[in-house]
């Protein structure tokens, strides 16, 4: 089997993700589907990593994770605190920029 | 298995490893996108998670297969985990879209990327894989050590800071300030009082019913339930279950017995009408 | 010497600007800060001519460069001067008459409290009247050619509470500019064809020139001293000019400014000798006009308008005479002199009669003034014998000679000109007798106005009379002075040079017939006017007198043609600069503010809308990228 | 290095625009005697520049260049030629008069209003326009003139739709309307030619390689840069559109009118004074300079559209009710003459064109001044709502006619000069159009008349018959402005020595040779 075959598994995952963040209403379930898109992309990068030789991607891939640890951190507590003020973790619900 | 054979091929073992844990890598992540309930997308992420973490050490990645295990599916899912059930663990979303065309743009967009980006790394011809023998020769931690400590020294001192902000950015969103003293017993209940409304403490739930579950709430007297009985996190989140047309029709059933039995005349169907069904 | 020429006009210049930058400080002694400068440039306008005079006919011509004036690439503009003989004409006549008008002034304003401000645009035109005589190139006679627009607008328009001196003054102002645009058309044609305009250059290449150019050049020049010079097609400004104080009717509307045309011609000569077809054009303005200005002055009721429509006809005979060619400049300029004197005469005169009878103009409410004013009477009797020609005054030398050379055109051009000549000095003659009779003669017909102020006609003071008196003078012996021994002739030849025509009639001949006209003229005018009294209202008169009061229907053809024609243009232009020009860029706003409208709705709000807007994009970057690659 | 004395005539009045505003809301006065003194600064360092500049010598002097953006190959280049110099000295000269006559424009409606702050505001407007009209007339590299020629935009926005007319038929709230859209108008007109001039000065530097336009001025005279007809046609005509809304030429007019009627009259004069001429300026500078064959085929259009922006701005002037949109169309009719005589493409043509820059301002000025003065004295723009002026206020009336006659071109006053050399420089190549021109003389006389004689002549009104003549500021502001109308009509050789070796050099840019008369008159 060719290695490059984890890059198509890549590239799907991050499909299905993507298309999860367009299709799903709730705010935890859209940011679980951008945490699926991150992990594709990481396992993009050690594929890529593998494919040169050298550990560079796997080193974007642990930044990759470190940026997500914060990035879910700081976007679960603002959930949690749209939560608190609307009652409803929907994303729809949040639509106060239209003019 | 020769040198060269390695560059563009893998072992048979992980062949089939990839097939199998692929196909369920896949799975996961359709579940996480199509199931209703958060709780069950939450666990098939974790699931899918793990397979890579998997695809991570068959790619040479100890450290980080590892690092995705614990830290990913350890602790950044487990703290899903932990909001979901704050905001509603039984709550599940309707899939039923409410943009006009939401859908069926996001299929188009979804399908249409999909097929251009594996068509772009199927155009890319990648053959020759360099492997991570060579990198890994003084240990995969070691050979990432050294790159984080040097040449990535400046961006790793940023994710630092990074997380320290987000760490910090998280406390103050979720923070309430607390500006004035809280109230003494005494004081809540003088101005319940003044506002005179429920001066006895809340009813518990099933009190007058005939369940006792914590997200039933209890029936009044004239059958109807009471949403003051199920705690206020319940409601918000819509977990009550009203079992208030099946007391009613026992009521009723009860009534009727009666009423065959001493063979009286009905009373005034109007009076046991719900209120509000009376105002109509 | 030459450098005094600039003093020539320095001196009514400083005036000016001392009046009228000076304030109500000087309202006392303002008219004789005036009178004195415009004195002092004609003392100095004698000094040059006694230089002159000392010198050889040849060497009578002084230069005075001053500074250059526009200097740019291929194009140079200088101050310079140049006194000739002909300009030395202009600057005795301009100064002389102008400072008598000036003395004339002291008395008629002076019940005016806005006589300082008069004399000082009195001042200033002469100074640009000066400069437009004296200029050597004609950018620099552009100056005081529109100088002298702008001093007769100001002074039309002196008494500007009025509207109708408002509107007379933009009126002339606004003919004049078309008159204007001709000269500085004929300018740049000069500047194309001969690289100058500086009159040494143009003249002395005139053979190098093409005839259409120089035919060209010339009826520019034609078409800018018709607006000054008020020849038909554009002398409907003259009669309505009339609304300024009386003064400078005589000063400007006869005696000078309007005799610039005449002057510019002349100057031109060597221009118009090189191009035939612009001098037929000449002629026949000027013929077309002595009869219109005749017949106009025929009608009117008006004194001043009466004796502004002789104006026109006298100019129309000068312009006749300098389209004639060498055999007819010199006497262009002399009967534009003796005009000079005489019709500023007749101007004084009329002014001097308003000036007793409460600033009446009608005719109609003369009569028998003789009486009242000796003094008047009699100057005016004497500028009236001179303008009819009575034989010995000044207008018999000036204008038999022009009828003279009008035959000696030759060829039926020759008969039909002096024949219109001899019908225009007739008219002369019995618009004039009508004047005189109406003014002067028979019973007195004022009446009281309406507050019930009897006028009290009385002669008016020395300091008026004086200057009527010196011009009578003139206007007598002038003519026979110029004549005889051909004094004027022998002064002016060196600068317009001088044929003699080859006449089909003799001098004698034509002298009778112009006496014949006379007594014809006079004879109708005695008829008419003399034998029976004058209806204080004017009678309804035939079609041709009813279009001659309104200035044979000139001033109804522009007022419909060129004043409602053009209000309706500019109107639908300001209709047109907003519906139109602005409505195409407020049009095309109102288009982008209608689509994005239309836009804003995909603006819905909806984050996940957005999202899938940038995952489409990503798709699309993705897809331009492998074709990228793919080519 | 020598003092950079063009980089400080520039940073004076801009450094004085944050000084001014940053005086306290109370001492308002202060901020206005500030202003002033800036402005005379400047003065004196335009005429200090004046004074170094030497005709003879080369073409750019007092040149200063330092890099600015070295990726772009963006320098900070000034210089100045003689077209230059006298368009500084222009701008230099007016604006002491502008803040002097706008005095009292931007005072609190109410006495002892001590928060007031937008008067320091209106002078540090005015003197920042100042500052970046001037570094435009001198920046040499296209770039950094781009950027001051949009940046002026925004100091203008304000002025005009900030600070209005006091007085308004309709009420304040119909007036502020009416300037927004006067702003707004005006923003849109000169940001799109902008806009468009930005995508050409983007093609320059992808043709040329660098911004400097003596470089790409040398390397297009010396064959080193080859430039496709239809390339240096389209950057032409993007430099051209957004020099024309800014001059403006017809049919890109009709900010203006907007612009000036609701601006207060020091604005007005500043908007069609000042600022319009950097359009009219950067035509020959970068229009003739770096595109001369495109600027030779463009020519017939040009002068046609110039045509038509004289009569038609004439005409429409005549049919005017508001005095102040009649000094605007009577300018558009003079900035047809301008352009004219700039694409005439002869000596005097484009001496005329410069020396008309230069009087047109000053006329403009001292026209709009005195009509402003009028305005605030009477509370109305209409000019219905005057008449008999000159029997109350003979001095204003004065200084109103010499301003209309200036504007009517009399000669004697300078536009006099400065046109007819436009007039001579087109007819001898373009008779007919030359002709045609000449008929705006006739028309300009038309307008200033009409409107004298309907606003100052005639019967007093009641409603002027109070009317008090020119205060001592008033007149100081219009005395030299009609003393240098009076100078330069009589002797504007200073002005004409310096234009003439740089229009020698702009007619060697476009390659064009005067028509030869037909007579070759020994001079």
Redesign the interface.
């Known amino acids: 089997m060719n290695p490059v075959n984890y890059l198509y598994l890549a590239g799907l995952l991050f499909t299905i993700g993507a298309t999860g963040v367009l299709i799903r209403r709730n705010a935890i379930v859209v940011f679980m589907c951008i945490e699926l898109m991150l992990n594709a992309c990481n396992l993009a990068f050690v594929t890529f990593s593998r494919l040169h030789g050298n550990l560079d991607g796997q080193v974007i891939a642990f930044f990759t994770m470190v940026v997500a640890a914060a990035e879910v951190v700081v976007g679960l507590a603002i959930i949690v605190s749209l939560f608190r003020t609307r009652h409803s973790a929907s994303v729809d619900d949040a639509s106060l920029m239209k003019l | 298995m020769s040198a060269q054979l390695a560059a563009y091929t893998t072992s048979t073992g992980e062949a089939f490893q990839f097939w199998v844990l692929g196909t369920v890598a896949v799975i996961g992540a359709l579940c996480t996108v199509f199931m209703k309930k958060a709780v069950h997308s939450a666990l098939s992420l974790a699931g899918t998670m793990i397979v890579l973490a998997v695809f991570y050490l068959a790619n040479g990645a100890y450290f980080l297969g590892v690092v995705q295990i614990v830290v990913y599916t350890g602790a950044i899912m487990m703290l899903f985990l932990f909001v979901v059930m704050l905001v509603g663990v039984t709550a599940a979303d309707s899939l039923k879209e409410t943009i006009k065309g939401q859908r069926w743009l996001a299929l188009l967009c979804g399908v249409g990327f999909g097929v251009l980006l594996l068509a772009g790394i199927a155009n890319a011809s990648l053959k020759d894989f360099a492997g991570t023998g060579q990198a890994n020769a003084n240990g995969n931690v070691e050979g990432l050590a050294a790159l984080i400590f040097t040449k990535y020294v400046f961006a790793f001192e940023i994710t630092g800071a990074l997380l320290i902000s987000a760490a910090v950015g998280a406390m103050v969103l979720t923070h309430r300030e607390r500006t004035e003293r809280a109230k003494t017993q005494r004081e809540l209940a003088e101005q319940r009082v003044r506002e005179g409304k429920h001066l006895p403490p809340l009813p518990a739930p099933g009190v007058y019913a005939r369940h006792n579950a914590v997200d039933i709430a209890g029936l009044l007297p004239d059958g109807s339930p009471s949403e003051l009985t199920v705690s206020k996190t319940l409601r918000e989140r819509g977990q009550i279950r009203d079992v208030s047309t099946e007391a009613i029709n026992d009521l009723r059933a009860l009534e009727q017995r009666s009423t065959e039995r001493l063979e009286r005349t009905p009373i005034e169907p109007e009076t046991f009408k719900r209120p509000e069904e009376a105002s109509k | 010497m030459e450098k005094l020429i600039a003093l020539l006009i320095a001196a009514p210049l400083l005036g000016a600007a001392v009046l009228l930058v000076g304030g109500r400080r000087l309202d006392r002694v303002g008219h004789w800060i005036g009178t004195l400068l415009s004195t002092a440039s004609f003392v100095i306008g004698l000094l040059l001519f006694a230089d002159l005079l000392g010198k050889n006919a040849e060497h009578r011509t002084l230069i005075q460069h001053l500074w250059t004036w526009i200097p740019v690439e291929g194009f140079q503009a200088d101050v310079t001067f140049r006194l000739d003989q002909l300009s030395m004409t202009f600057v005795l006549l301009i100064t002389g008459v102008g400072s008598l008008i000036h003395l004339y002034s002291v008395g008629y304003m002076e019940h005016d409290e806005r006589r300082r401000r008069f004399f000082g645009y009195l001042n200033l035109f002469l100074a640009a009247m000066l400069l437009l005589v004296l200029a050597d190139n004609y950018l620099l006679l552009y100056v005081g050619w529109e100088g002298v627009g702008l001093a007769s607008y100001l002074l039309i328009g002196f008494w500007q509470h009025k509207p109708s001196a408002a509107t007379a003054a933009k009126k002339a102002f606004l003919v004049n500019r078309v008159g204007d645009m001709g000269l500085s058309i004929a300018i740049m044609l000069m500047f194309t064809t001969f690289g100058s305009f500086a009159f040494g250059p143009v003249f002395g290449h005139v053979d190098g020139a093409s005839q259409g150019k120089l035919t060209a050049i010339g009826l520019m020049l034609l078409l800018a001293a018709c607006g000054k010079s008020a020849q038909v097609p554009l002398q409907s400004w003259l009669g309505d000019a009339m609304e300024g104080p009386t003064p400078v009717s005589a000063l400007i509307h006869a005696a000078t400014m309007v005799t610039a045309g005449v002057y510019l011609i002349v100057r031109s000569a060597a221009v118009f000798n090189a191009a035939p077809d612009a001098q037929l054009v000449v002629t026949v303005v000027g013929t077309v006009t002595l009869l219109f200005g005749a017949i106009v002055g025929c009608a009117k009721d008006d004194i001043k308008k009466a004796l502004a429509g002789s104006t026109m006809s006298q100019i129309g005979y000068m312009v006749l005479a300098a389209g004639l060619g060498p055999i007819g400049y010199v006497f262009a300029i002399m009967h534009l002199v003796t005009h000079g004197f005489f019709k500023a005469g007749l101007f004084l005169g009329a002014g001097s009669v308003m000036h007793g009878m409460n600033d009446e103009v009608d005719m109609r409410k003369f009569g028998g003034l003789r009486k009242y004013m000796p003094v008047t009477f009699i100057t005016f009797g004497l500028g009236y014998l001179a303008i009819i020609g009575f034989p010995g005054l000044s207008g018999f030398f000036s204008k038999d000679k022009i009828i003279e050379a009008a035959f000696a055109k030759g060829g039926t051009e020759g008969w039909i000109l002096g024949g219109a000549a001899l019908v225009g000095a007739a008219i002369t003659a019995f618009y004039m007798t009508r004047v005189m009779l109406m003014t002067f003669f028979g019973e007195k017909r004022w009446q009281p106005d309406a507050e019930g102020h009897e006028p009290h006609p009385h002669e008016s003071p020395a300091v008026m009379t004086i200057p009527m008196i010196v011009l009578a003078v003139g206007s007598v012996l002038g003519g026979a002075f110029f004549s005889i021994g051909d004094r004027f002739l022998k002064w002016l030849e060196p600068v317009t040079g001088h044929s003699e025509g080859h006449s089909p009639v003799s001098a004698g001949e034509v002298t009778i017939a112009t006496m014949v006209c006379l007594v014809i003229g006079v004879g109708i005018a005695w008829a008419q006017y003399g034998r029976k009294p004058v209806p204080a209202l004017a009678p309804r008169g035939s079609l041709l007198t009813r279009a001659a009061r309104r200035d044979l229907l000139q001033d109804d053809f522009n007022h419909v043609v060129l004043v409602r024609g053009g209000e309706h243009l500019t109107r639908s232009l300001v209709y047109l600069d907003h519906s139109l020009v602005d409505g195409v860029v407020n049009g095309t706003a109102a288009g982008f503010g209608g689509l994005s409208g239309r836009l804003r709705r995909l603006q819905n709000g909806f984050a996940r809308s957005y999202a899938v807007s940038m995952f489409g994009g990503a798709a699309l970057l993705v897809a331009a990228t492998l074709l990228m690659r793919a080519v | 290095m020598s003092f950079p004395l063009l980089t400080a005539t520039a940073a004076l009045p801009a450094l004085g625009a944050v000084a001014t505003a940053a005086v306290p809301a109370a001492r308002r006065t202060a901020a206005k005697w500030l202003a002033l003194l800036i402005s005379l600064g400047t003065l004196a360092l335009a005429i200090t520049v004046l004074v170094r500049f030497d005709p003879g010598g080369a073409r750019y002097q007092l040149t200063e260049s330092h890099t600015w953006i070295r990726d772009f190959g963006v320098r900070y280049e000034l210089g100045v030629d003689g077209i230059g110099v006298a368009l500084i000295a222009l701008t230099a000269v007016l604006i002491p008069f502008i803040i002097l006559a706008g005095w009292h424009d931007a005072d609190p409606l109410e006495t002892g209003n001590r928060r007031w702050r937008p008067t320091q505001g209106f002078f540090a407007l005015i003197l920042a326009v100042e500052a970046m009209v001037l570094i435009s007339f001198e920046a040499t590299d296209v770039f950094l003139f781009y950027i001051f020629f949009e940046a002026m935009l925004i100091p203008m926005y304000f002025l005009i739709g900030g600070f209005g007319d006091r007085a308004h038929a309709q009420g304040e709230e119909a007036a502020a309307t009416q300037r927004s859209y006067a702003a707004v108008k005006f923003l ?2 000169n940001l799109v030619g902008g806009l468009i001039m930005l995508a050409a000065v983007i093609g320059l530097y992808v043709v040329a390689g660098n911004f400097s336009l003596q470089q790409i001025a040398e390397a297009r005279a010396s064959g080193s840069l080859h430039m496709a007809t239809s390339t240096e046609r389209w950057l032409f005509l993007g430099f051209f559109f957004a020099f024309a809304v800014k001059a403006p030429l ?2 890109l ?2 900010w203006l009118p907007n612009a000036m009627q609701e601006s207060t009259a020091p604005v007005a004069v500043l908007i069609t004074a000042v600022v319009d001429k950097v359009g009219t300026f950067a035509m020959l500078r970068f229009c003739l300079g770096l595109f001369p064959e495109a600027s030779r085929w463009a020519t017939p259009v040009i002068l046609v559209l110039a045509l038509i922006s004289i009569v ?1 701005g004439a ?2 002037a ?3 009710r508001d005095i102040k949109r009649l000094v605007a169309y009577a300018s558009i009719s003079h900035f047809g003459f301008i352009i004219l005589g700039i694409f005439a493409m002869t ?2 043509g484009q ?2 064109a410069t020396l008309y820059m230069v009087n047109h301002g000053i006329s403009t000025a001292a026209l709009m001044l005195v009509a402003g003065f009028l305005i605030s004295r009477r509370g109305s723009r209409l000019i219905a709502d005057y008449g ?1 002026v ?2 109350v206020a003979p001095v204003l009336a ?1 200084t109103f006619l010499i301003g209309g ?1 200036a504007t009517l071109s ?3 006053l300078a536009p ?2 400065s046109e ?2 436009v ?2 420089g087109t ?2 190549r373009y ?1 007919v159009i ?2 045609i021109a ?2 705006g ?2 028309l300009a ?2 307008y200033t ?2 409107l004298y ?1 309907r606003t ?5 009104k009641p409603e002027v018959s109070t009317m008090p003549d020119l205060r001592v500021r008033e007149v100081l502001v219009v005395a030299p402005l009609i003393v240098l109308l009076i100078f330069l009509g ?4 200073p002005v ?2 310096i234009v ?1 070796p740089a ?2 050099h702009t ?1 060697s840019d476009v390659q064009k040779k ?10």
């Not at chain 4, 100052?456 to 007093?460: K, R």
């Open positions: 849109l007109y017809w049919p007019h009709t038609y005409l429409l005549v049919g005017q000596s005097q001496s005329g008999g000159q029997k004065g006659l009399l000669p004697g006099f000069v007819f050399l007039l001579v007819f001898t008779p030359g002709i000449t008929l003389i006739v006389a038309l008349l009409v004689q100052m002549t005639g019967p007093v009589v002797y504007p050789k004409t020595n003439n229009v020698k007619m005067d028509p030869k008369p037909e007579v070759e008159a020994v001079k």
